[in-house]
């Protein structure tokens, strides 16, 4: 993909693309509130992922667009126990008792499932709302989406059993209409067509897909 050329379709896609990662904070604060003031639903399992965007490495960037980063991506390893087996995810899991909190479980499962350090490496951005799955199978639960910056040297690897691969997904072609489409879905023997991101072979569906649109959508409204 050409640079700047993924996001012609649609004028939402361009703002979000153009906006600057030093603004990104501010607009989501504005929009959710300050990250730390995120905190457990009660009466429910509680679970943390991480969005982490990757700038570009050209010395000149000091301020790079939301559109020139790349977004870290998992693949769920297959698995009868996990309800979201073999589908993209961004890395997190569950908290646990001794994480700092919400934002500390997704630092800890994402150093535990792609190596990426987000104390070391990283910068906390921002959050936005908490997602609960829709799905029938899905356990009650509210997962926390929290948005970090790595240095654009920052090196992900398959770091757990629970991980099939990882991608860095230029967030320009995650913006770009032309990659987007449905997933057919079956349960039941009843067939559902959900919306979806299509790239290098992988799709894009479920919950992953609503936390990634709601925060393109939230950086095309800033």
Known sequence: ??????AEGSPG???????????????LADRFGEPQMAFPDAGRKNAAVAGVLRPPGRAETTDPRL???DLLVIRRASSRRDPWSGQ????????????AGLVGAAVRETMEETGVDLVARGMLLGRIEAMRPLGVRI??????????????EAVARVASREVASVHWFPVEALLDPA?????????GGVVRQFPCIRLEGRVIWGLTYRIL???????AAS
Do not use: H
């Open 213 to 219: 649109t709601r925060l393109l959508e939230v950086a």
């Open 179 to 187: 990659n987007r489409g449905t997933y057919p879905w079956t349960y």
């Open 139 to 152: 356990p009650t639960i509210s997962i926390w989406p929290f948005v970090f910056q790595v240095d654009s």
């Open 88 to 99: 993209m995810a961004l890395p997190g899991g569950r908290l646990d008792p001794e994480d």
């Open 13 to 27: 896609s361009r703002r979000a693309a153009e906006l600057r990662l030093s603004r990104l904070p501010a607009t």
């Open 1 to 6: 993909m050409k640079p700047g050329g993924g």
């Open 67 to 69: 559109g020139d980063c």
